[in-house]
Protein backbone atom coordinates (compact mmCIF):
# COMPACT_ATOMS: atom_id res chain seq x y z
CA UNK A 1 0.00 0.00 0.00
CA UNK A 2 1.51 3.30 -0.99
CA UNK A 3 1.83 5.94 1.46
CA UNK A 4 2.44 9.75 0.98
CA UNK A 5 2.85 11.26 4.67
CA UNK A 6 3.53 14.86 5.41
CA UNK A 7 4.78 16.65 8.22
CA UNK A 8 6.07 19.79 9.54
CA UNK A 9 2.83 21.94 9.04
CA UNK A 10 1.55 24.44 11.83
CA UNK A 11 1.24 28.25 12.95
CA UNK A 12 3.27 30.62 12.34
CA UNK A 13 3.81 34.71 11.75
CA UNK A 14 4.09 36.83 8.55
CA UNK A 15 7.94 36.50 7.63
CA UNK A 16 8.39 33.07 9.42
CA UNK A 17 9.70 30.01 8.11
CA UNK A 18 8.10 26.11 7.98
CA UNK A 19 9.97 23.38 6.50
CA UNK A 20 7.59 20.47 5.06
CA UNK A 21 8.45 16.91 4.76
CA UNK A 22 6.96 14.06 3.20
CA UNK A 23 7.94 10.57 3.53
CA UNK A 24 6.78 7.80 0.74
CA UNK A 25 6.34 4.39 1.29
CA UNK A 26 4.65 1.48 -0.40
CA UNK A 27 6.59 1.28 -3.33
CA UNK A 28 9.97 2.05 -5.21
CA UNK A 29 9.47 5.79 -6.25
CA UNK A 30 12.33 5.06 -8.80
CA UNK A 31 11.89 7.79 -11.80
CA UNK A 32 9.32 9.48 -10.22
CA UNK A 33 8.66 13.09 -9.49
CA UNK A 34 7.42 14.45 -6.25
CA UNK A 35 5.11 17.18 -5.88
CA UNK A 36 3.49 20.00 -3.49
CA UNK A 37 0.29 21.27 -3.73
CA UNK A 38 -1.98 23.78 -1.71
CA UNK A 39 -5.74 24.53 -1.10
CA UNK A 40 -6.96 27.37 0.38
CA UNK A 41 -10.20 28.15 2.10
CA UNK A 42 -12.85 28.26 -0.78
CA UNK A 43 -10.60 27.97 -3.34
CA UNK A 44 -9.52 25.32 -5.63
CA UNK A 45 -5.77 23.22 -4.89
CA UNK A 46 -2.95 24.52 -6.73
CA UNK A 47 0.70 23.72 -7.51
CA UNK A 48 3.42 25.12 -5.84
CA UNK A 49 6.32 22.84 -6.80
CA UNK A 50 8.16 20.00 -8.28
CA UNK A 51 11.32 18.16 -8.19
CA UNK A 52 12.55 15.19 -10.83
CA UNK A 53 13.86 12.25 -10.04
CA UNK A 54 17.45 13.46 -9.96
CA UNK A 55 16.72 16.13 -8.51
CA UNK A 56 18.23 18.55 -11.37
CA UNK A 57 14.95 19.61 -12.60
CA UNK A 58 12.56 22.11 -10.21
CA UNK A 59 9.57 23.86 -10.99
CA UNK A 60 7.77 26.27 -9.18
CA UNK A 61 4.76 28.54 -9.17
CA UNK A 62 5.17 32.41 -9.57
CA UNK A 63 4.00 33.24 -6.31
CA UNK A 64 6.59 31.17 -3.99
CA UNK A 65 9.49 31.77 -6.72
CA UNK A 66 12.53 33.05 -4.27
CA UNK A 67 10.97 32.16 -1.57
CA UNK A 68 10.24 28.17 -1.76
CA UNK A 69 13.02 25.67 -2.47
CA UNK A 70 12.31 21.73 -2.93
CA UNK A 71 14.24 19.05 -2.69
CA UNK A 72 14.72 15.37 -1.96
CA UNK A 73 16.29 12.83 -0.32
CA UNK A 74 15.60 9.57 -2.80
CA UNK A 75 17.83 7.42 -0.10
CA UNK A 76 15.14 8.19 2.58
CA UNK A 77 12.32 8.33 0.01
CA UNK A 78 11.29 11.58 1.19
CA UNK A 79 10.69 14.91 -0.35
CA UNK A 80 11.20 18.77 1.65
CA UNK A 81 9.59 21.91 1.18
CA UNK A 82 11.77 24.79 2.63
CA UNK A 83 8.94 27.74 3.03
CA UNK A 84 10.75 31.32 3.67
CA UNK A 85 9.23 34.46 4.19
CA UNK A 86 6.01 33.33 4.35
CA UNK A 87 2.57 35.58 3.76
CA UNK A 88 -0.89 35.29 5.13
CA UNK A 89 -1.90 34.39 1.34
CA UNK A 90 0.44 30.98 1.94
CA UNK A 91 -1.99 30.03 4.33
CA UNK A 92 -3.57 26.72 2.82
CA UNK A 93 -3.38 22.74 3.44
CA UNK A 94 -0.31 21.71 1.40
CA UNK A 95 -0.24 18.09 -0.35
CA UNK A 96 2.20 15.66 -1.38
CA UNK A 97 1.92 14.29 -4.64
CA UNK A 98 4.06 11.52 -6.56
CA UNK A 99 4.19 10.39 -9.97
CA UNK A 100 5.64 9.13 -13.15
CA UNK A 101 7.39 11.79 -15.29
CA UNK A 102 9.66 14.62 -15.27
CA UNK A 103 8.53 17.67 -17.38
CA UNK A 104 4.86 16.20 -17.37
CA UNK A 105 3.98 14.28 -14.26
CA UNK A 106 0.91 11.97 -13.71
CA UNK A 107 0.40 12.80 -10.15
CA UNK A 108 -0.65 9.42 -9.26
CA UNK A 109 -0.31 9.33 -5.65
CA UNK A 110 -1.28 11.75 -3.48
CA UNK A 111 -0.77 12.46 0.68
CA UNK A 112 -3.47 13.78 3.12
CA UNK A 113 -1.97 17.05 3.71
CA UNK A 114 -0.56 19.36 6.43
CA UNK A 115 -1.80 22.22 7.68
CA UNK A 116 0.08 25.61 7.56
CA UNK A 117 -1.27 28.79 8.50
CA UNK A 118 0.17 32.38 8.06
CA UNK A 119 -1.15 34.69 10.58
CA UNK A 120 -0.44 38.80 10.09
Known amino acids: QVQLVESGGGLVQAGGSLRLSCAAS????????MGWFRQAPGKEREFVAH????????YYTDSVKGRFTISRDNAKNTVYLQMNSLKPEDTAVYYC?????????????WGQGTQVTVSS
Open 97 to 109: AAGPGSTIVTWDY
Open 51 to 58: ISWSGGTT
Open 26 to 33: GRTFSGYS
